[in-house]
Structures are given as structure tokens and as C-alpha cells.
């Protein structure tokens, strides 16, 4: 399985921004969705994953009730809605693949792509 995200940028605080990570390789629905964040100088860190149907879903804390994490199995498609965007959401964003639940560990994943980068700005 090989992923491709997009979609960063330079924005406002405040502003929104929808990242997609685009896979390819063979059952797609097979595999849990994940999002990552790393900033400068600090550890990768879980942002939100969603299961292989779409049905489930787990998210940080630190961006509950503003992102939204979803999937089209169709496209081989994963998304991130960033709503309500905050400096500290500055980041190097990494989409992520796997098959051991909802888990918040980088570990548990097996397939990554390559990184967006995301700047939040005053």
C-alpha cells in the first residue's frame, strides 16, 4: 500500500483545510485510516483515525468537535476536515495505514505517506 497525502498549506487562525490522502495497493477497506501530526522539535503525535467501514471513528482530544475524519472506500480516499484551525495545529501531517484497531501508537501502523505541511499563522 503506498499513500499520497495533500492538501496543506499557509493559512489563518481560524481558517479551515481539508487534507486527502490518496492510497493504492489492494483492499483498501481492509485497513484502519489514520492521521499523525508532527511539530518541530516534538514527537509524532495521533490527530484521528477511522475504521475500515467508516463506522468507527477516534480522535485527540486536542481536535475533537473540530476535525472530522472520513473515507471513501470507492476512491481509495481518506480525508481530514480541519475546522477552527489553531497555531498549535502547526504541523507536518502524515496519513497512516494499518490493521490493529483505532490505536493511537505510531507503531501500529505499518504503511505512511510522505507528509503535508500545515501552518497555521496569526
Known amino acids: 500500500v503506498q499513500l499520497q497525502a495533500s492538501g496543506g498549506g499557509l493559512v489563518q487562525a481560524g481558517d479551515s483545510l481539508r487534507l486527502s490522502c490518496a492510497a493504492s495497493?489492494?483492499?483498501?477497506?481492509?485497513?484502519?485510516f489514520a492521521w499523525f501530526r508532527q511539530a518541530p522539535g516534538k514527537e509524532r503525535a495521533f490527530v484521528a483515525a477511522?475504521?475500515?467501514?467508516?463506522?468507527?471513528?477516534r480522535y485527540a482530544d486536542s481536535v475533537k468537535g473540530r476535525f472530522t475524519i472520513s473515507r471513501d472506500n470507492a476512491r481509495n480516499t481518506v480525508h481530514l476536515q480541519m475546522n477552527s484551525l489553531k497555531l498549535e495545529d502547526t504541523a507536518v501531517y502524515y496519513c497512516?495505514?494499518?490493521?490493529?484497531?483505532?490505536?493511537?501508537?505510531?507503531?501500529?501502523?505499518?504503511?505512511w505517506g510522505q507528509g503535508t505541511q500545515v501552518t497555521v499563522s496569526s
Open positions: 477511522i475504521s475500515g467501514g467508516g463506522g468507527g471513528t
Open positions: 495497493g489492494r483492499a483498501f477497506s481492509n485497513y484502519v
Open positions: 497512516a495505514a494499518g490493521s490493529m484497531g483505532l490505536s493511537y501508537y505510531p507503531a501500529q501502523y505499518v504503511y
